[in-house]
């Protein structure tokens, strides 16, 4: 049974920091991209961080570069998010999700983990 577990969301001060986990299991792991997207209330899922199957390559969305890093340790089954100078803005539900394509395509999500950026 596929599952990503993500954790470590809660709220934080503007300017502060969070890293985000997501625990894997059920497929190979080591052969999925992974992503992170986010959805703010009223707002449409956007695609904020990616990385390859292997870590060799990561991509950002605009809003986030320069503060997040996402990375990926595939002897964990586990990929990350550090999110550094947070910004009210950056408040959302974090879904982590598994993404693999070849014949057919594979996509996994996990179930959330609310970030609440206030102070």
């Known amino acids: 049974q596929v599952q990503l577990v993500e954790s470590g969301g809660g709220l934080v001060q503007p300017g502060g920091s969070l890293r985000l986990s997501c625990a894997a299991s059920g497929f190979i792991f080591s052969t999925y991209a992974m992503n992170w997207y986010r959805q703010a209330p009223g707002k449409e899922r956007e695609l904020v961080a990616g990385?390859?199957?292997?870590?060799?390559?990561?991509n950002y969305a605009d809003f986030v570069k320069g503060r997040f890093t996402i990375s990926r340790d595939n002897a964990k089954n586990t990929v990350y998010l550090q999110m550094n100078s947070l910004k009210v803005e950056d408040t959302a539900v974090y879904y982590c999700?598994?993404?693999?394509?070849?014949?057919?395509?594979?996509?996994?999500w996990g179930q959330g983990t609310q970030v609440t950026v206030s102070s």
């Open positions: 990385i390859t199957s292997t870590g060799g390559s990561d």
């Open positions: 999700n598994a993404r693999r394509i070849n014949i057919w395509t594979y996509n996994y």
